[in-house]
């Protein structure tokens, strides 16, 4: 009698910790499958090709991911400013940004050089030096502060808008009041012309032109067009002084918290969507060019001479912000400029 007491305690016991090892279990199971919310966040329009690419993005990693990552999308700065952006990034409020370089440099201050004036040639040297050596450098530096790098994207070729006065040398910025980029290197470079910069974030811009704040500001035609900038304008001077790539990263802090098989989704973004990205923006470009023109916006592309004369005027900017950067700076320059 005794004997099988302790028999059916023992199974009793057994079948219970059989439970306990299924429950335990089913709830792991459960956990792992939870839905992750990833918040993108950036000042691009709606309607752009820069949208296109994120949504484009976005079913990659839900699909990819088995819909365990919901993403969701933060347009036209509905989040805030760049700089704003990018410190919540590197917090983890924010999952994802997608912005500028020199955006991302006002914590990762190497990067500021990447949109030193007349740095490269063409877009495709811009691609090859980016997509080559300065990935791996790029990628290391923002790992260092914060953040994961996912993918490159396109802004453009920066050039001059002006209100009133048309632009054809160095000396007839002098005296300009322009809207800058929050960096250290657009900053740098508006006052090797003589302009002098006003910091102002991308909600506050069209704005601050209508009243006067600022004379002028420099971006791409199609960044212009998305913004309705252009319509505070009456001149362009097709400059291309200052190749912008995008960027997209991932909050460090979030992304090394998920499990191996869906950072390797974050890792594993189609070629064809960085490189149809880019062309989608730069297929665009003559289209807006006879458009600004449309618009009575008179339109200068300068000749090889009044481009050698604003190369002459910004040569230091480079070396000069380097320097404030440190050796990192001066090292990803140094790659930049195929050394």
Known sequence: MKRTT????????????????LIVGGEQSAGAQETITMKIATVAPEGTPWEKQLRSFKRHVEEGSGGRIRVKMFMGGSLGGEKTLVRRTAQGTIQCFGGSTAALGSIV???NVIEAPYLFSSEQAADRILDGAAKDIVARAVSARGFHFGFWAENGFRSWFTRERPIRTPQDMRGLRMRSQEALVHLETYRAVGASPVAIDVTNVLTSLQTGVVDGFDNTPLFSFATSWYQAAHHLNLSQHSYQPGIIVYSKTWYDALPADLRAVLDSVPADLITDGRRSVR?????LLRNLERRQIQVHRPSAGERAAFVAAT????????????PNGRNLLRVLRGR
């Open 6 to 21: 302790r028999i059916t305690l023992l199974l009793a016991a057994l079948s219970a910790a059989t439970c306990l090892i």
């Open 109 to 111: 201050d190497e990067l």
């Open 283 to 287: 297929q665009m470009e003559p289209i």
């Open 315 to 326: 040569a230091g900017v480079a070396d000069r912000v380097a320097r404030k950067t440190g």
